[in-house]
């Protein structure tokens, strides 16, 4: 629960540093569960995965997220990734993503 509460915040951050402002929270429907759903004050949706766990996230994961999404019938701009343990190499080339480490919460102190 914290993982997503402080994902949420760096990704608010990030929007914010081009003026947008970015509003979004947990998600879910009777057909799936979400941890971000975000939509920014340009139309932008946002729907993001957190994976607190000891190892890489994979292009698996962002499959099922996207297919999550379709069968919840969400409008979905981007995806955004946030991972204890990292990401695998073809995930990292996916450049529609947005992908989020360890290290990118420093940006929050």
């Known amino acids: 629960m914290v993982f997503e509460q402080l994902s949420l915040e760096l990704l608010k951050r990030e929007f914010s540093k081009d003026s947008i402002s970015l509003t979004g929270a947990s998600y879910w429907d009777r057909f799936s569960e979400f941890d ?13 995965e957190c994976k607190y766990k000891g190892r890489a996230v994979t292009k698996l994961e962002l499959s099922r997220l996207k297919e999550k999404a ?3 019938n969400l409008t979905v701009d981007k995806y955004a990734l946030f991972s204890k343990s990292g990401f695998t190499n073809e995930l990292k080339k996916d450049s529609s993503v947005l992908l989020y480490n360890l290290d990118s919460f420093k940006r929050l102190i």
């Open 70 to 72: 379709t069968i919840s």
């Open 36 to 48: 971000i759903y975000a939509k920014s004050s340009s139309g932008i949706y946002i729907l993001g």
